[in-house]
């Protein structure tokens, strides 16, 4: 079991960055590879990125591939989504996920725990 908290949304012009932050609960946070995905209003939750559990591998949607970085503290319990270069079309909530296994997911049937979400408006 694992809790999920994000912060560090806010509202944003063009060409601007944000740093998502998402605090986990429990102490097995390292054996959870961990995503972060995003939802518009009346669109589908889209994969954003995510990381392996111990950081080895990381991966990207297309849309903010050379543009967002995730990484993961897990001496802290904490994953980071660092946006830059933002885009009207990042505005969405943000939602942080956990997941087990052995391979890191990138579709969200494959996260068992999630966080409530910080909202991202970016403005032109």
């Known amino acids: 079991q694992v809790t999920l908290v994000e912060s560090g949304g806010g509202l944003m012009q063009a060409g601007g960055s944000l740093r998502l932050s998402c605090a986990a609960s429990?102490?097995?946070?390292?054996?959870?590879?961990m995503g972060w995905f995003r939802q518009a209003p009346g669109k589908e939750r889209d994969f954003v990125a995510a990381?392996?559990?111990?950081?080895?591998?990381?991966y990207y949607a297309d849309s903010v591939k050379g543009r967002f970085t995730i990484s993961r503290d897990n001496a802290k319990n904490m994953v980071y989504l660092q946006m830059n270069s933002l885009k009207p079309e990042d505005s969405a909530v943000y939602l942080c996920?956990?997941?087990?296994?052995?391979?890191?997911?990138?579709?969200?049937?494959?996260?068992?725990?999630w966080g409530q979400g910080t909202q991202v408006t970016v403005s032109s």
């Open positions: 990381i392996g559990r111990d950081s080895s591998s990381a």
């Open positions: 996920a956990a997941a087990a296994g052995i391979i890191t997911p990138r579709t969200p049937d494959e996260y068992a725990f």
């Open positions: 429990g102490r097995t946070f390292s054996r959870f590879h």
